[in-house]
């Protein structure tokens, strides 16, 4: 059996991803808040770490929570 995910962001085109894109960052996040893996999300080495840093950008500015209860 082969795990065949795909990057949301190469098929997408997405290079830069904003922290302001509150959308897209959510569909990584879990029901209380915390990042998906990337072997659950099947992001890639790369944009995982953008992505984190977008993350931790928005939870900054207060567009995402840091827990959800």
């Known amino acids: 059996m082969q795990n065949?995910?795909?990057?949301?962001f190469s098929q997408n085109n997405i290079e830069h991803i904003d922290?302001?894109?509150?959308?897209?960052?959510?569909?990584f996040l879990n029901p209380h808040a915390r990042m998906?893996?990337?072997k659950r999300s099947g992001?890639?080495?790369k944009?995982?770490?953008k992505l984190a840093t977008a993350v931790k950008r928005a939870r900054?500015?207060?567009?995402l929570p840091f827990v959800a209860r």
């Open 60 to 63: 900054f500015m207060a567009l």
């Open 47 to 49: 944009n995982q770490r």
């Open 19 to 27: 922290y302001k894109d509150v959308d897209i960052l959510k569909k």
């Open 4 to 8: 065949t995910k795909q990057c949301f």
């Open 36 to 38: 998906l893996s990337r």
């Open 43 to 45: 992001v890639t080495a």
